[in-house]
Structures are given as structure tokens and as C-alpha cells.
């Protein structure tokens, strides 16, 4: 291809969730933005993904505001609302945008990937 595009979006753009209506709107655009250009730039061999992070330890909680131990608690959950028993960590976010990134990605066009540890696949509270 002639290059790519990839965005980072959110599992808030795929599933519904309370008190981040701003938040879980936003990344719904990016999704639907990241489907549409990849329509209008495939006639120039431009590829358009998104990924789609669930809770991944960084500091951006603690600066939105939650306490030491309320963003322990907020990890702690995570054992229940994603599948596979964790939140995520940055590298796993990074390996999965140098794929979809790279020529092992060259067909790949249009795609939201959740990198969320099944967590679009679940409804816990």
C-alpha cells in the first residue's frame, strides 16, 4: 500500500457506558471517521484501523482524578469485566498498532480492533 493510517479509538466507542457520555460519544466518531476515510482513501492504497484499547494501566485515570486507592479498586474490577482477568499494559496497545501498521497488515482496511482482553465481548457492570 501507499500508507496507513491508525487510530486510536476506545471499547467506549463500542459499548455503552455511565458518566463518560462525552468520552464514549468521541470514540464512537472515531470509529465510524476511521470506516468512512478508509473508504475514501482505498482508491489511493491508504489504509485507515483503529484500535480500540479497554483499561490499560497508565496514569491517565489517576489524572482524571481517582485516588491511589480508587484507581486500585478500578484495576482490581478489572478482574471481572474483561475476559481475560487483567487490564492491559501500553506494549500490548503498541504491538498492535506496528501490526496494523506494517506490510503483514496490507489488506487489512477499515477494522476497529479491540485490544481489550475480551472486554467488548462482556456485559458486567
Not at 56 to 62: A, D, L, R, S
Not at 89 to 103: G, R
Request: hydrophobic share 40%; charged share 20%.
Amino acid at each position: 500500500t501507499k500508507g496507513c493510517i491508525v487510530n486510536i479509538s476506545s471499547v467506549t466507542g463500542q459499548r455503552s457506558f455511565p458518566n463518560v457520555l462525552a468520552y464514549c460519544m468521541s470514540k464512537a466518531a472515531v470509529d465510524h471517521f476511521t470506516r468512512c476515510v478508509a473508504l475514501e482513501l482505498a482508491a489511493k492504497q491508504v489504509r485507515v484501523n483503529a484500535v480500540c484499547p479497554g483499561v490499560i494501566v497508565t496514569e491517565v485515570h489517576k489524572r482524571a482524578g481517582l485516588t491511589e486507592e480508587q484507581y486500585a479498586q478500578f484495576l482490581e474490577h478489572c478482574k471481572e469485566t474483561h475476559a481475560l482477568g487483567r487490564p492491559g499494559v501500553p506494549d500490548e496497545v503498541a504491538q498492535t498498532v506496528a501490526f496494523l501498521a506494517s506490510d503483514a497488515a496490507s489488506f487489512i482496511t477499515g477494522v476497529t480492533l479491540p485490544v481489550d482482553g475480551g472486554r467488548h465481548a462482556m456485559c458486567p457492570r
